[in-house]
């Protein structure tokens, strides 16, 4: 008896987890990384009108934004994806972010990760005074976007996003210790890790790489730190992301478009925007 029972669980499970592997099907996943929302001649910059053209594109091309919390529970959980996703991010946590594009977000109903910066964050939050051009997005004005259901935060150190001492981002430098690299990266992640819950009440899932500098080190710490997805260098644009239900390590290698003002979102996706089935209706 017992041993028919033992045969019987086997062969379910041999049935279940072959049913599951005929779904496993990798999906890709093009990610946008924008910085500045507002009139200006820079190249990381792009006027509101450019960003809602981009807004209007994806619409028009039936793309679907998704979070990076349905990112995850797509690899975790199994969970489905809308067709054709697409996820939209922001570096550094700008105010023109908040001033600009979080409306056009809730105009179109799009969502995005926002990657903000510590210290930035606490400055700008302790003495605000509206700034287009360089100004820093509040707690205050985090939270409100938090609330929308639009929008989530990514954490894009607390005060390693710049080059310094011979260091590039948030990398590790030439002669230091891995230990020492490891503490020194791990404690300024980790404060606004800390920050981020003080002051939203909500955990990051997604560290950004500044700069798109990547330092393997620093992946063993996020992963540690219980981190689930990392920003990390430029995708090219023809080869979007491949993500794979159940591999949890493609989520530490998401590779970005950065989409300058000489880059037009059409480029972005040439492969998708000839693809058939967006010329159906
Ligand atoms: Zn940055």
Not at 133 to 155: A, P
Not at 165 to 189: N, P
Request: charged share 20%.
């Amino acid at each position: 008896m017992i041993k028919k029972l033992i045969i019987l669980i086997l062969t379910l499970t041999i049935l279940t987890s072959t049913a599951q592997a005929q779904q496993i099907k990798p999906i890709e996943l093009p990610i946008i990384m924008y910085h500045f929302i507002v009139e200006n001649k820079g190249e990381h910059h792009i006027s509101p009108d450019e960003f809602e053209r981009d807004l209007l594109f994806l619409q028009q091309n039936d793309y679907n934004t998704i979070s990076m919390s349905e990112l995850i529970a797509f690899v975790y959980d199994y969970q489905p994806l809308p067709p054709n996703p697409v996820m939209l991010t922001f570096d550094d946590g700008y105010y023109n972010n908040y001033a600009y594009a979080f409306p056009l977000l809730q105009k179109y109903n799009m969502k995005a990760v926002i990657n903000i910066i510590g210290d930035h964050t606490d400055i700008w939050s302790n003495n605000f005074y509206e700034d287009m051009q360089h100004g820093h997005t509040t707690w205050e004005q985090l939270n409100e976007m938090l609330e929308s259901g639009l929008v989530e935060i990514g954490n894009h150190t607390y005060s390693m996003h710049r080059n310094r001492y011979g260091r590039r981002g948030c990398t590790r430098m030439e002669g230091e210790s891995l230990f020492d690299y490891q503490r020194l990266f791990g404690r300024d992640v980790n404060r606004l890790q800390g920050r981020i819950f003080e002051e939203t009440e909500t955990h990051s899932d997604v560290f950004a790489f500044p700069f798109h500098a990547v330092c393997d080190d620093a992946i063993q710490v996020l992963q540690i730190l219980g981190f689930r997805a990392a920003f990390t260098g430029a995708q090219i644009p023809s080869k979007p992301n491949v993500i794979t239900q159940g591999d949890m390590d493609c989520l530490f290698d998401l590779r970005r478009v950065n989409r300058s003002r000489l880059r037009p979102v059409e480029n972005i996706f040439p492969v998708i925007q000839t693809n058939p089935r967006h010329h159906e209706n």
